[in-house]
C-alpha cells in the first residue's frame, strides 16, 4: 500500500481557512464526502464520535482522524494544510496544521491499520513535515507526499 492509494490530487487541500477542530472536521467531512461519494453529516458523525474516545491530534502539529463506514467499498485519504493551527486537544498539547484524515470501510481490518501505519510513519518523518509546511499549493503537496513513499520504495 502506497500513499497514492489513498489520496489522489483532488484529495489535497492547501490553507483550509478553519478556527477550530470542529470546523476543520466539518470541511474535511464535505470534501471528504465528494471524492468518497458518501454523506457528508455522516462522515462528520463518525469523525466527531471517533474524537470522544480520543484526540486524533498525535502530537507535532499532526492529526490523523479516522474511522470506518460500512458503505464504503475503498480506503479513502484526505490531506489538508491549514492556513492556520487550530487547537486539537493534541497530546502534546500543540495546535494542528497538518491532517491526513482517513476512511475505511467496516471491513477493511488489518488494511484499515495498514494505512494508519503508513500515514503515521510518512508524518513522523520532521523534514516531510518542514516541507509541507513550506508549500502553498495543493500539486506541490500531493507531490511531497506521494514522492516520499515512491523513494522509500526504491
Known amino acids: 500500500m502506497e500513499i497514492n492509494d489513498l489520496i489522489k490530487p483532488e484529495s489535497v487541500i492547501a490553507n ?16 471528504i464526502s465528494e471524492v468518497a461519494g458518501k454523506d457528508e453529516r455522516v462522515i462528520f458523525e463518525l469523525l466527531l464520535e471517533r474524537e470522544k474516545l480520543g484526540t486524533t491530534g498525535v502530537g507535532d502539529g499532526i492529526a490523523i482522524p479516522h474511522g470506518k463506514l460500512n458503505s464504503l467499498e475503498n480506503l479513502f485519504g484526505l490531506f489538508a494544510r491549514l492556513e492556520r493551527p487550530v487547537d486539537f486537544e493534541s497530546i502534546d498539547e500543540r495546535p494542528v496544521d497538518l491532517i491526513f484524515l482517513l476512511l475505511a470501510p467496516e471491513s477493511a481490518g488489518a488494511d484499515h491499520l495498514k494505512a494508519l501505519a503508513l500515514v503515521s510513519r510518512l508524518l513522523r518523518d520532521k523534514s516531510v513535515c ?5 508549500s502553498d499549493t495543493s500539486e506541490a503537496l500531493y507531490s511531497l507526499l506521494t514522492e516520499k513513499t515512491a523513494n522509500r520504495a526504491a
Open 16 to 31: 483550509l481557512k478553519v478556527t477550530s477542530k470542529k470546523q476543520a472536521l466539518q470541511e474535511l467531512s464535505k470534501k
Open 130 to 134: 518542514d516541507k509541507l509546511r513550506g
